[in-house]
């Protein structure tokens, strides 16, 4: 604008003579002040960025790694044959018949007898029906699976590790407090006490919880119990649905389109359709599914074939834009060079257009499969939420057939609940999640960095 | 300063490889080759030379069939190859391709072992038995490509990392390893530097005895030192057509003369 104003004439060129070469004149301080704010603005951007980012990582490992720890009472319990085999002959029918309301007894003495032996202990409880509380209502059930799994130790003591009740894992994560047990009637401060002082004595240890990466989920009022194993199982059929599905049909379509298909209005439409369906929410692709597959062509509710089938439906356009990307990315000059040579379209773009683009399309491949596994609203839609996954698949059909739930259905399932504790263990799933994604993007970066070439 | 057409060489008495009658090229509207006749004949160099857009290589890719691969690019007329027209339904490209191999204007060797560049031709055509037949075609071909001594002992390091002349020389080997009748090249020159022209230049008169090589080049002096025939292209029009000696010192066009005098182009 102000070149346009200047005086033009023959004063000028001798203006600009005159200047020197040392000081700047206005215009270029302007331009200069402008280019530092720009960098300033983008500092600031990235700054604000990576500020977010490190408030969520922190706030997602402080309230999710104690997920990770689980309290245990590590006592000798004696496994009573009066009670759990009154006949005596070991019959797996017979065992069986004593429900889980015949262990608890067995637990709860334990206990007591644990908090008796230990010297130098007080505690006001003075009963066995007391120490019920602090046990999780689910270690009678595990006590008895290790029973019916162990019928020859029926008689004697065994020591055993009780899953602790959530409110007393919750006290020895700070989540739980004197204050908050006043109105709490699942546990009361004198059982509180008594765990300060079971503690010191090494009864009550916080240990590494496996179960939580391989266990099942639990119900309502047992967080102690849940884990997100079964999930991670329902997510890998998924996955494994959306890889065989999509990879190939993605490839294919991209291929037809970018190499072989004539361009034209149709063709045109196609690639515009392609575009906005990367754009569609995810839950319209879950009504989709809940039409088409489970009301249209009753395939099994909440199983993970649907839900792979609903995310391969999501994950196509991503990987189809991706792969059309690095084929076009492929210099025309190798395509000229094998049809020159005598090769047909077809090997061209086999021998040698495909592997130079192979990289591009696996990194599009894992990015969509990464989408595809932290997606959770087509899941809501065909019912893989809500389900308690409370069993591992019985082999590969029943993976894909089976109900089951996935990780962040699984995470947003926890995050609904009540118990704090499931808070906890909605933090910790997400940790899992997040292990999982970068793993994938790490996988895809590093096949992205080996296998480019140059030409 | 133009060298005379390389002695001992009849240029009537060849017999016509390709014959072109009529050819007319469109691009969607654009007509990109008007009405042009010519005749290109076998063991011999023809030059097509002209300013830039004036349809040369357009002209030469159709003689391939390359322009099959854009859409909007349309052929009418006749080419025959040996009598028989390459643009009938009847004949299909890919082994058109076999009998009519293509050098590139930039030297675009496969990302793949330099063994693997020559030997891809003949192992889609069938060309080899086994490995000891494929091993020869190799050796054979990079010897008429001039570039055997220099790559001998890596024949499997990449293609991609030889200098711009041997990539080139790569890709003309690449080319005669499909035992072509005809070798197109576009402006094979233009990317190397004069050392390595020499050397594709010279690679060239080599290859005019097995070949009939048809290069389209920006270069006049190129065009007279490796053709026996010349012709000129100017605005899609094929101006003149004639011995290269004979079009470089005595033109019969005005629009040729004013060409390689330098007044248009």
């Not at chain 1, 204050?179 to 004595?201: G, P």
Request: aromatic share 8%; net charge negative; proline share 5%.
């Amino acid at each position: 604008m102000t070149d346009a104003t200047a005086p033009m004439g023959a004063d000028v060129p001798k203006k600009a003579r005159k200047s020197s070469l040392y000081g700047t004149d206005d215009r270029t301080k302007k331009r200069n002040a402008a280019e530092k704010r720009f960098q300033m603005y983008g500092i600031a951007a990235i700054g604000i960025g990576i500020f977010f980012l490190v408030i969520l990582l922190v706030s997602i490992v402080r309230s999710g790694v104690p997920a990770f720890t689980q309290t245990f009472i590590e006592v000798p319990v004696y496994l009573n044959e009066e009670v759990l085999d009154p006949n005596g002959n070991r019959d797996p029918d017979d065992l069986r018949r004593v429900s889980t309301f015949g262990y608890a007894p067995l637990i709860d003495q334990a206990i007591f007898n644990q908090v008796q032996q230990t010297e130098g202990l007080t505690t006001t409880l003075e009963d066995a029906s007391d120490m019920r509380k602090m046990v999780s209502a689910s270690a009678p059930a595990i006590l008895r699976d290790y029973v019916l799994a162990n019928p020859d130790e029926i008689g004697e003591t065994v020591d055993f590790r009780i899953l602790a009740a959530s409110r007393v894992d919750g006290y020895m994560k700070d989540r739980v407090t004197r204050e908050s047990v006043a109105r709490d009637k699942n546990i009361d401060a004198a059982h509180l006490d008594l765990v300060d002082q079971l503690v010191e004595a090494g009864t009550i240890k916080r240990e590494f919880n496996w179960d939580f990466i391989t266990g099942a989920d639990a119900s309502e009022n047992r967080p102690e119990q849940a884990g997100i194993g079964v999930a991670m199982i329902g997510s890998f059929f998924m996955m494994l649905v959306v890889l065989v599905l999509s990879l190939p049909i993605g490839v294919a379509a991209s291929i037809y389109l970018e190499e072989f298909a004539p361009k034209n209005r149709f063709t045109d439409l196609i690639e515009v359709n392609i575009s906005n369906l990367a754009a569609v929410p995810s839950i319209v692709f879950g009504i989709l599914g809940l039409a088409v597959f489970i009301q249209f062509a009753h395939l099994p509710q909440s199983a993970p074939l649907v839900g792979g089938l609903v995310l391969t439906l999501m994950t196509l356009p991503t990987i189809i834009i991706s792969t059309r990307a690095s084929l076009k990315a492929v210099p025309p000059s190798i395509r000229d060079a094998a049809l020159g040579v005598g090769a047909s379209k077809m090997q061209a773009v086999f021998h040698h257009v495909l592997p130079l683009a192979a990289p591009g399309i696996l990194t599009g491949t894992i990015i969509g499969l990464a989408q595809a596994l932290g997606e959770t609203a087509p899941l809501l839609l065909i019912g893989m939420v809500g389900y308690i996954a409370t069993n591992y698949p019985e082999g590969i059909a029943s993976g894909f057939l089976d109900p089951n739930s996935s990780m962040p259905a699984q995470i947003y399932e926890w995050s609904k609940r009540a118990d704090p504790a499931y808070y906890e263990r909605a933090w910790g799933g997400i940790i899992i999640l997040l292990l999982f994604l970068m793993t994938m993007n790490i996988i895809a970066i590093i096949l992205r960095r080996r296998f480019e070439r140059r030409w | 300063m133009y060298d005379t057409p390389k002695s001992g060489v009849d240029v009537d008495a060849r017999e016509v490889k390709i014959s072109a009658r009529g050819v007319q090229v469109f691009y969607g509207d654009t007509h990109a080759i008007k009405d042009v006749d010519v005749e290109i004949q076998d063991k011999m160099v023809t030059a097509f030379i002209g300013p830039s857009g004036c349809g040369k290589s357009t002209f030469l890719r159709c003689l391939n069939r390359m322009n099959d691969t854009i859409d909007i690019c349309r052929v009418e007329g006749n080419i025959n190859l040996d009598g028989e027209n390459i643009y009938d339904a009847k004949v299909d490209p890919v082994q058109l391709r076999a009998k009519v191999g293509m050098v590139f204007q930039k030297p675009n060797p496969f990302p793949k072992s330099i063994y693997d560049n020559i030997a891809y031709g003949p192992r889609i055509h069938g060309l080899a038995k086994n490995k000891a037949d494929l091993d020869e075609i190799v050796e054979k071909s990079l010897r008429r490509g001039a570039i055997w001594d220099e790559v001998k002992d890596r024949l499997h390091a990449p293609g991609t990392g030889l200098s711009g002349g041997q990539q080139q020389r790569l890709c003309i080997a690449r080319a005669v390893a499909t035992e072509p009748e005809v070798l197109l090249m576009d402006e094979p020159c233009s990317a190397l530097d004069p050392i390595a022209t020499a050397q594709v230049e010279e690679l060239i008169d080599e290859l005019r005895g097995n070949y009939s090589v048809v290069i389209v080049t920006h270069s006049m002096q190129q065009a007279a030192r490796v053709s026996q025939k010349t012709a000129f292209f100017h605005l899609g029009n094929l101006v003149e057509f004639g011995e290269t000696g004979q079009i470089f010192t005595n033109p019969e066009d005005p629009r040729t003369e004013s060409y390689i005098t330098g007044r248009i182009g």
